[in-house]
T-cell receptor
């Protein structure tokens, strides 16, 4: 079973508009972390934002915010005021607490295209 | 700001050859990882390394793969006899035990097997 599901293979957004990228996850752990990474065409993985399972507040980092709904097991990324440079692949990832290795499990990604 | 570095950035090799991908993790980190991303697909976990030994490996990480931390700074991934399907981007990551267990990714090595 998929542990991280990103159902939007591709998204378009108009410059300066906000966009939400969906991510749902599945885990039986009580302690886990959720991450979003941006991967531009150059290929590197750029950390955007982190949400811990015990964090009561939704995480925010500049124009990025994470809409964390624990009961629904969703961790959607919201990008406000989109810029052309936001065009990239976006991956949601989960770090489970139980294994001790703290490995990440990634979703299949969403390709975002920002339109001028 | 400290960062994870990887060399080479691109490696082309012939099927059946051995390759070694090199990584220099961030110096005070304790956990080390290799991930693989086949072109157009998601990033997949290969192996994690802690306290000088493998702590977990995926099904992908078969006997053709090995990892080593030969000194205090380098972390290497060796593929003994490369196959066409090993062509991918290989990411090294490192992390330490803090609140988030965030992993810091290197820029990746693109491996092309011909």
């Amino acid at each position: 079973a998929q542990k991280i599901t990103q159902t939007q293979p591709g998204m378009f957004v108009q410059e300066k508009e906000a966009v939400t990228l969906d991510c749902t996850y599945d885990t039986s752990d009580q302690s886990y972390g959720l991450f979003w990474y941006k991967q531009p065409s150059s290929g590197e993985m750029i950390f955007l934002i982190y949400q811990g399972s015990y964090d009561e507040q939704n995480a925010t980092e500049g124009r990025y915010s994470l809409n964390f709904q624990k009961a629904r097991k969703s961790a959607n990324l919201v990008i406000s005021a989109s810029q052309l440079g936001d065009s990239a692949m976006y991956f949601c990832a989960m770090r489970e607490g139980g294994s001790g290795t703290y490995k990440y499990i990634f979703g299949t990604g969403t390709r975002l295209k920002v339109l001028a | 700001e400290p960062e994870v570095t990887q060399t080479p950035s691109h490696q082309v090799t012939q099927m059946g050859q051995e390759v070694i991908l090199r990584c220099v993790p961030i110096s005070n980190h304790l956990y080390f990882y290799w991930y693989r991303q086949i072109l157009g697909q998601k990033v997949e976990f290969l192996v994690s390394f802690y306290n000088n030994e493998i702590s977990e490996k995926s099904e992908i990480f078969d006997d053709q793969f090995s990892v080593e931390r030969p000194d205090g700074s380098n972390f290497t991934l060796k593929i003994r006899s490369t196959k066409l399907e090993d062509s991918a981007m290989y990411f090294c990551a490192s992390g330490f035990r803090d609140r988030t267990y965030e992993q810091y990714f290197g820029p990746g090595t693109r491996l092309t097997v011909t």
